[in-house]
């Protein structure tokens, strides 16, 4: 069992930048691939991006591409989001969330998640 605790969301205009954070409690943080997602009203819950869980490769969805940085530190038992150049449409309520599989881009692929915060970007 692993706990999820997202932080870090907030309002920012167009073109600002946040950092999402989300700090992993209970098993062995370091034997789990980690991925953000994201909801916005009235829309599915997507994949943002994952990291592995060994040698750090990362993955990342066409829209985020450049702008967003997902990157993970197991002394910390945390992962993280950064996201930069933020669009209205990045709009959405962010998960975390923690996989017993080597890869995972897709939502049933995932064991544990977090409550989720929300990031609005204003135009």
């Known amino acids: 069992q692993v706990q999820l605790v997202e932080s870090g969301g907030g309002l920012v205009q167009a073109g600002g930048s946040l950092r999402l954070s989300c700090a992993a409690s209970g098993r062995t943080f370091s034997s789990y691939y980690m991925a953000w997602f994201r909801q916005a009203p009235g829309e599915e819950r997507d994949f943002v991006a994952g990291?592995?869980?060994?040698?750090?490769?990362?993955y990342y969805t066409d829209s985020v591409k450049g702008r967003f940085t997902i990157s993970r530190d197991n002394a910390k038992n945390t992962t993280y989001l950064q996201m930069s150049s933020l669009k209205p449409e990045d709009t959405a309520v962010y998960y975390c969330?923690?996989?017993?599989?080597?890869?995972?881009?897709?939502?049933?692929?995932?064991?544990?998640w977090g409550q989720g915060t929300q990031v609005t970007v204003s135009s």
């Open positions: 990291i592995s869980r060994d040698d750090g490769s990362t």
């Open positions: 969330a923690a996989s017993n599989r080597l890869r995972a881009s897709i939502r049933r692929e995932y064991d544990y």
